[in-house]
């Protein structure tokens, strides 16, 4: 299967990773800077300029990796876990497991990437300077590097989410009201507002100056920012509406089980085929086994599946996946969407499942309970 992101490694216990996109955006930066660098210095060889915009590129983006690590060990530091930075199109984002609980953290958090920019900033500016009468391409590189670090810095203290500005904003505003909800609105608003600012501004250069190519970049950001601003309201209302409930809340009684020496023929014939169920435990719920899936069943040739056992290509209990009964639904829904699992087990910590938990289940449930609680 085709993978949309590459992990790099692990800084901290944070996984570091790079998503597709990242690799369209650095073909097109390396490509109009090296075209840029040799109209703007002719006496550089097509290979000078060349290698001096991979190799700014390059560094470029571990600035945004350290803008990121910034706003990660902060987190860190004030007991927030992160899951993952990951590099994509329109820069970096840092995973946290959950929102910071108090405005104090929130800023700081917030402020550490763009603090982060601005000494890059003034380092790549310092050493621009220091090299100055080096081999040109060196301090050309690195007073690029110091001006984009500033830019990323200022650009990302712009009012608005999802802009590390915005939640300097919210935590600002947290702290003055006392009332999360009124930060996290505010933030909203300044994101909508930034975005069709910069719509405005990707209007005027398809029509007014007749940059295609520009206006186009532009407005895919102001697309980006609306959508993750008002992403970020809805992800904050369900959180608020489903703070109090529980897997054990969500999930169905009596998690469909089969026996270990059950046939895969007769498991999908008898069990799979008539209820449209896609995937069971194997065992009982007091003594679990593993689960074996739909998917499992393209592990094996058909004709073996009449004298092939179910255990034989079910993922065993201590790989399972699976989630603790006082979980919370935003927890649920998190480690689902990160494992692409469309089923996962309630468990207690004897070992002994309680319920299930299905995808579309899950979502219908949630649903319904934020509409009882709007009424």
Known sequence: MFKTVLILGHIRGIRIQLHISWVFILILLVASMSTGLHHQYPDWSLAVAGVTAVVTALLFFASILAHELGHSLVALRRGVPVESITL????GVAQMERDPERAEDE???????????VVLALGFAALAQATAGW????????????LINLIVAIFNLIPGFPLDGGRVFRAVVWKLTGNPRRAIEAAVWGGRIVAFLLFGVAFWNLVVIGNLVGGLWIMLIAWFLLTMAEGQGRMFDMRERL???R??????????CVRPETSIDAWIQRDVLPGGRRAFLVGTPERVRGLVSLSDSGKLPRE?????????IM???ESLSWVAPDTRAEEVLRVMGERNLNQIPVMEASGRAIGWIDRQQLLRTIEMHMELQRQ
Do not use: N
Request: charged residues 15%; glycine residues 6%; negative net charge.
């Open 135 to 146: 081999f040109e391409p060196i301090p050309v590189a690195l007073g690029w590097l110091a």
């Open 88 to 91: 994509f199109i329109f820069g």
């Open 247 to 256: 897997a054990r809340d969500l999930a169905s009684p009596d998690p469909p």
């Open 304 to 312: 073996q599946w009449a004298t092939r056992r179910v255990d034989e």
């Open 107 to 117: 800023f700081w958090i917030a402020i550490a990437g763009p603090a982060v920019s």
């Open 315 to 317: 993922t065993p209990a």
């Open 243 to 245: 703070a109090d409930v």
